[in-house]
């Protein structure tokens, strides 16, 4: 079996090799601190967990919450959304959306704000659900065929 031989090199101080060490240290935390800031936020939001509502929370209280929780979401403040306590431990939100991941993600932030809680989706997107209606026969074209 082949033995590994460690050469050293003549003159080479122990204070050189913890000054190398200590350098690359330095380089891994800073490395470490430019990524945390580049993917913290995502890692915060998946690990933060939301406070839940006392039980005996009004139909008011948790409209609140969700409005609360929508307005803190930077996408999502500036949407006008819309929301209705429906049923007895329900919300619905009503309004427009600019895109489908929009709209998915104000139902995703009111889930996680209140869970819990059935959220209904009554959002509509622009560009899908905004269509013109089709324009209807002039009348002439029924008094020719009578």
């Known amino acids: 079996m082949p033995r590994f031989a460690v050469r050293h090199r003549e003159g080479a101080s122990p204070a050189a090799a913890a000054g190398a060490v200590a350098v690359g240290l330095a380089l891994g935390a800073l490395a470490g601190f430019v ?10 939001r998946a690990t933060r967990t939301p406070r839940p509502l006392p039980t005996d929370a009004t ?3 948790r ?17 006008g959304l819309t929301v209705l306590a429906v049923r007895g431990r329900g919300l619905e939100l009503h309004g427009w959306a600019p895109s489908r991941q929009l709209r998915s993600r104000a139902l995703r932030v009111v889930r996680e704000a209140i869970p ?3 959220v209904v989706d009554a959002l509509l997107v622009r560009g899908e ?18």
Do not use: T
């Not at 324009?135 to 020719?144: C, G, K, Q, T």
């Open 59 to 61: 139909p008011a209280d």
């Open 63 to 79: 409209v609140r919450a969700a409005e609360a929780a929508l307005a803190g979401d930077p996408l999502l403040a500036e949407l």
């Open 35 to 44: 990524l945390g800031e580049f993917f913290g936020p995502r890692a915060r």
């Open 129 to 146: 659900d905004d269509f013109a209606p089709l324009a209807l026969a002039d009348d002439s074209a029924d008094e020719r065929i009578a």
């Open 116 to 118: 819990g809680l059935d």
